[in-house]
């Protein structure tokens, strides 16, 4: 049989054709949703009643105000998401010699995103310290308090990050463990609020004989079972932390916090692996960058963003270079 040359021709140029529309049909799939982050899940377990705003890739910000019917009381509450997966962003943490608000910190730090106040800072008799606090690979404040101290119940718990390393995580620990932890940046605070999935800040504080408030202020019942204004960083997978504020001692508006609500508020909306309380009260602050203060901070009596304390250390979020984060993503 003999076989015609222009029928051939016809026929693959027709399969060529079909292979092209084929083609083109298929989707593309930008760049940027490649790898990991296509599969994270969201960390928000429940949308009601809060406002979500996508600030940049992996960086997202949650705010909650209205009534909360479980306690009965209005609540502000904030909180960053900041996926360090996705190489845009750095945690920094350090102290603040002399003592400064976080907004003047924060604007004076080119690549500050956004920041919180960071732990318990008092340094008591002969300059004795409550808390542990690593920086840079530098320990910056040790805690040196007896244990028989009225104090000594504020570093349960300690968050870590080392950046080179890609390593985060929040643990139990005391001063000597601490210390040999190898990581550059390490905050101790308390109580520990979640860990391992386990609501343990439900039962820090414990049930008195008396009213709470007829404790000592810094007793840890009193301390942590009535409501205050509360700053807490959590962890969600290996990659995604929480900073978190809420809001307190603004009647009628913000009610603030027990360590225990504070507990079961987060475990419910975000179900993070750990969670650690810090410093709070009139010490709560939390800044981004373009905004300012965006919470309501109580040193001023005052309900608006103007009621800054002087604070001693912080976390921050920056931004890394273009080539920094290229570098990150290979």
């Not at 008092?122 to 840079?136: I, T, Y």
């Not at 919470?295 to 270079?321: A, C, L, W």
């Amino acid at each position: 049989m003999q076989i015609n040359p222009n029928m051939v021709f016809r026929k693959l140029s027709f399969l060529a054709l079909a292979a092209c529309i084929l083609t083109a049909c298929q989707p593309t799939r930008p760049e940027a949703s490649l790898g990991a982050a296509t599969t994270v899940k969201p960390v928000l377990q429940d949308t009601a009643g809060w406002k979500i705003d996508t600030l940049s890739t992996g960086f997202i910000r949650y705010n909650y105000t209205r009534y909360y019917e479980p306690y009965t009381s209005a609540q502000i509450v904030n909180v960053l998401e900041v996926d360090l997966a996705s190489g845009r962003y750095d945690l920094v943490l350090d102290n603040v010699f002399p003592e400064d608000s976080l907004s003047s910190v924060a604007e004076a730090h080119q690549p500050a995103l956004a920041a919180v106040n960071g732990t318990y800072y008092e340094l008591v008799e002969n300059g004795q310290s409550s808390s542990f606090f690593k920086a840079d690979n530098e320990i910056k404040t040790s805690v040196t308090l007896p244990t028989e101290h009225k104090l000594f119940w504020k570093h349960e718990g300690a968050f870590y990050y080392d950046g080179a390393k890609k390593q985060m995580g929040i643990a139990y620990g005391d001063n000597a463990s601490y210390t040999q932890m190898p990581y550059a940046n390490i905050i101790s605070g308390s109580p520990m609020l979640i860990y391992e999935y386990k609501p343990v800040g439900e039962t820090f504080a414990k049930s008195e004989d008396k009213p709470l408030e007829q404790l000592d202020y810094e007793h840890p019942d009193r301390h942590q079972g009535v409501r205050h204004p509360r700053t807490a960083i959590a962890t969600v997978g290996k990659n995604r932390v929480l900073l978190i504020t809420v809001d307190g001692r603004h009647a009628g508006q913000s009610a603030g916090m027990s360590a225990k609500e504070l507990t079961q508020f987060i475990q419910k909306y975000f179900n993070p692996a750990y969670a650690l309380n810090l410093d709070g009260g009139g010490s709560t602050t939390m800044w981004i960058r373009g905004e300012g203060v965006i919470n309501y901070p109580t040193d001023n009596k005052r309900f608006d963003h103007y009621g800054q304390r002087r604070i001693r250390n912080y976390i921050m979020v920056t931004e890394k270079s273009a080539n920094a984060a290229s570098e990150t993503e290979k």
